[in-house]
Structures are given as C-alpha cells and as structure tokens.
C-alpha cells in the first residue's frame, strides 16, 4: 500500500485502492483504519510509499516514477529548461554544498544526454543537490549534494564525481589500500574507563555488481537482490546465525510473505538495530522510498550484536554493536560478517563494487573507501559544555554526532556518538585506532573536568 500519492482528507478504502493500485493490501488497510473506515491523513503519510506515484513531504514534490517494476529510475528531471532552470538557485545556495562549487554549465552540458550502461543518468545523481539548492538549507541532504545511481557513475562522469570525492575526504592518499580486518592491531580499549561508556559500534556498508544502487535500483532488481542476500546470509554459522525479518508488509520474502509483525517492526526501531520509513531529505530527494516496504529488511543473529541492512540507503549495511567498550570483540565479530557476507555473495556468483582507485563504491560519496564508521556513545557532560569540544574532536578527524544520529541535534544531555570522521585513504585499523585514541583521551578529559572545571584540553 503507500502514500505515493497526495491526499489532504483522511483516506476511505477505495481512495487507497486507487493510490495504492496493485499494491492495496485489504488487510493492511483494515489494520490501520479507525472506527469510521478511514486513514487519517498523517498515518497515511508516515505509511509506505507505492509504485508507480511521485512523492511528496513538506515542500518537497517529485512526481516521477518508474513505469514498471521492471524499470530503474533516473530520471531526466533538468531535460527542459537545462542548466540554467536551476544554474542561480546553485550559485546562490547557502551553506556548504559541494556540488555548487564544482558543477559548471559546461560540465553539465557534457553529460545531460548521457547514461550509465545501467541507465541512470547525470540528472538522477545531482538531484539532491539541487532540491537542497532550491529549497534551502532545511532541506538537509548534505553536504556533498550528490549520490550515485549505480557504481559506472564515478568513472562515467568522472570529471566531477573525482573532484567531488576527493573533496569530500580532505584529499586522501590514493589509490585507497587494501582491507584490514586484522583485529590485533587495534589499540586495547582497557586504557579508558568504561563506566563512561554506553555502546560501542562498527559499521560499513557494500554494494553488490550487477544492480543499480538504492538511488535507481528497480522493484524487480531489489527484489532479486534480496534474494541474494538472504540467500548467503541463511548459510552463516555460529555466533553469527541468526534470520531475516522482511519489513512489515513486505510481500517479497517467501519465508515470510508478508513480513513481520509491525509490533516487532516498531520494537526493532526502537531498540535503534532497525532503520524506519523514509522521511529524510536525503532519502527522499534521491527517490529511496520506491516501492516501500517491499524487499527491504534486517538480518540479525539471535545476540542482535551482528546485523545485516538489506536494501535501505546501500545494498548492505553490516553491523557489528554491544554495550560496553569492547571494540575488540565488536571489531572481530565485525570481520568475521563482513568475510562472510562478502564470501557467501561471491558463491553465488556476485562480485562486490570495488573501485582500485576509491575502494567500495556505495550510495554517498562519504561512505566510499573503507566506508566503515566506528563510534562509542559515551557520557561527557563536561567536556560537550566547553567551547573548544567540536574544534577538539574535528582537529582528531573525530565527529561528535547527538544521541539520535545522522542529523539529529546534540542535545544537551551530554551525551555523544563520538566517531571517526575519514572514510578514505586508511585502512579499518587505522580508523577504529583513531577513534579509540579520541574516546580514551576525550573521557580522561572529562575525568580531569570533574576535579577541576578549568582542565585543560588533552593535546
């Protein structure tokens, strides 16, 4: 079912069919509809999205769609007025915006008519950029203001998409080195006082050859992506064995035609191991809540410290987390999926998007590289007070991101998913190293603070 469509009024059960088309899932509706047969409006809203309709939130509007559930989607959104339809909305963009400093009309020029072998065009990976553009800062996409529909993307329009992501890591040293997964080379996590520690997490993400990425893939290429997936990640053993749970309403899962449960779906988000419908200005400029919730979903093993994304902004989203400090254990188990995820796919007969130039090749031009994110949330009250924090941590390629994640406001709680910053250029190692170097300096810190307010800053 989905809210691809615009409504105003709440929704009576033919007005979803006719929104929902083939999608309209009677018991769904029934589920959601209150005591006079309708949806309202907001619930219809926050509900999926459906194939074949544009979408909509706030003052953003794309009525795009793809015509089958065959078809990619990209898009030529600047075909006819070109360059100079958006050309002053860019110039005069405020903020940081990557795109705006790089994309000149005749870079545009240069690739409006061409195509990936995929089919995703140039318009498809800027249109972030300029909906961030022509929108405001509020609209918050980012700062790099393009995504990648499909790997071919970076050498197709090279001419910017090079500059772009060696911009968008400081200038790495490249190519991009081999993988390190060698958990004995960390740094021991012993050094700092865990009573100040909450969580401690390591992420990356990989995509999958074949397919266009999340931006353009097509229902019926997700759908077989799934497949896939799931498919390598039923033959995982020991402590990383667990099982797939599709999306409430998904209808793409054999096992489980019609996902699970939305009680199990909402305790999932909750507890932060699952992702949850698209809202964001970045997931909703670049069209990433097509044919929402169908083949998309999580796989956990029976801890829930091993987690495996499936189909939201990459293909894959490997996840390793426990509470406490022990990066050791969080890292090495992190190793053992990525090996066997990456070992699983390529029995059957999938290559993964690596790059010899720029590493693995994901969605955003931030995650490309190691595309590894590694993060304590830790407790530092003191030390987020004083004015010099964000300078601390941004000079030790260090972010401090509030407790909700991407985006969201650091509250003042004090609070902190302290992470590192470079994704490119380092191997995993060298990153998770620096992020334990920060953390066990910033939490002595605040150790230091709690004597004396006047401490000074570690150098």
């Known amino acids: 079912m989905g809210a691809g469509a615009s409504v105003k009024d709440p929704v009576d059960e033919e007005t979803a069919k006719k929104l929902s088309g083939e999608h309209f899932n009677e018991a769904k509706f029934k589920e959601f509809a209150t005591e006079d047969g309708k949806i309202p409006r907001a619930k219809w809203d926050s509900l999926t999205f459906q194939q074949g309709c544009g979408a909509e939130h706030g003052a953003w509007k794309d009525d795009t769609h793809a015509k089958t559930n065959a078809d990619i989607h990209a898009p030529r959104y600047f075909e006819e007025k070109g360059f100079e339809g958006f050309a002053e909305a860019l110039k005069n963009a405020p903020g940081e915006l990557m795109l705006r400093d790089l994309l000149t009309k005749e870079l545009y020029d240069k690739f409006k008519d061409e195509k990936t072998a995929l089919g995703v065009t140039f318009d498809k990976c800027i249109k972030g950029g300029i909906d961030r553009a022509q929108l405001g800062e509020k609209w918050n996409v980012g700062k790099v203001g393009v995504l990648f529909g499909d790997a071919e993307c970076v050498t197709k329009f090279s001419e910017i998409m090079d500059p772009i992501i060696k911009a968008r890591h400081g200038d790495p040293n490249l190519p991009h080195p081999p993988p390190n997964l060698d958990g004995s080379y960390l740094l021991s996590h012993t050094d700092m006082d865990a009573s100040y520690v909450i969580s401690t997490r390591v992420r990356t993400g990989r995509s999958i050859s074949g397919f266009p990425l999340p931006p353009s893939i097509g229902h019926d290429q997700r759908a077989?992506?799934?497949?896939?997936?799931?498919?390598?990640?039923?033959?995982?053993?020991?402590?990383?064995?667990?099982?797939?749970?599709?999306?409430?309403?998904?209808?793409?899962?054999?096992?489980?035609?019609?996902?699970?449960?939305?009680?199990?779906?909402?305790?999932?988000?909750?507890?932060?191991?699952?992702?949850?419908?698209?809202?964001?200005?970045?997931?909703?400029?670049?069209?990433?809540?097509?044919?929402?919730?169908?083949?998309?979903?999580?796989?956990?093993?029976?801890?829930?410290?091993?987690?495996?994304?499936?189909?939201?902004?990459?293909?894959?989203?490997?996840?390793s987390m426990e509470k406490g400090n022990d990066i050791r254990?969080?890292?090495?188990?992190?190793?053992?999926?990525?090996?066997?995820?990456?070992?699983?796919?390529?029995?059957?007969?999938?290559?993964?998007?690596?790059?010899?130039?720029?590493?693995?090749?994901?969605?955003?031009?931030?995650?490309?590289?190691?595309?590894?994110?590694?993060?304590?949330?830790?407790?530092?009250?003191?030390?987020?007070?004083?004015?010099?924090?964000?300078?601390?941590?941004a000079d030790r390629k260090l972010q401090a991101r509030g407790s909700g994640g991407f985006a969201s406001a650091a509250a003042d709680d004090g609070i902190r998913d302290v992470s590192n910053v470079d994704r490119m250029g380092k191997d995993e190692v060298q990153l998770v190293n620096e992020m334990i170097k920060g953390v066990t300096d910033l939490i002595k810190w605040e150790k230091e603070l709690e004597a004396n307010p006047d401490a000074p800053a570690p150098a």
């Open 224 to 319: 077989e992506l799934e497949g896939i997936v799931t498919g390598a990640l039923a033959g995982l053993t020991g402590d990383l064995k667990g099982d797939y749970y599709p999306l409430a309403g998904s209808t793409t899962y054999a096992p489980k035609p019609n996902g699970i449960d939305k009680e199990t779906e909402a305790g999932l988000i909750k507890d932060h191991f699952l992702f949850q419908a698209p809202d964001e200005p970045m997931l909703l400029s670049w069209r990433m809540e097509r044919d929402w919730p169908h083949a998309r979903g999580i796989y956990h093993n029976e801890k829930k410290s091993a987690l495996v994304w499936v189909n939201e902004e990459d293909h894959l989203r490997i996840i």
């Open 329 to 393: 254990a969080v890292f090495d188990r992190f190793a053992d999926l990525v090996k066997a995820v990456e070992e699983a796919c390529k029995k059957a007969g999938k290559g993964l998007e690596i790059s010899p130039m720029y590493g693995n090749i994901l969605s955003c031009p931030s995650n490309c590289g190691t595309g590894l994110r590694a993060s304590m949330m830790i407790k530092v009250p003191l030390a987020t007070k004083k004015d010099e924090f964000k300078k601390w941590c």
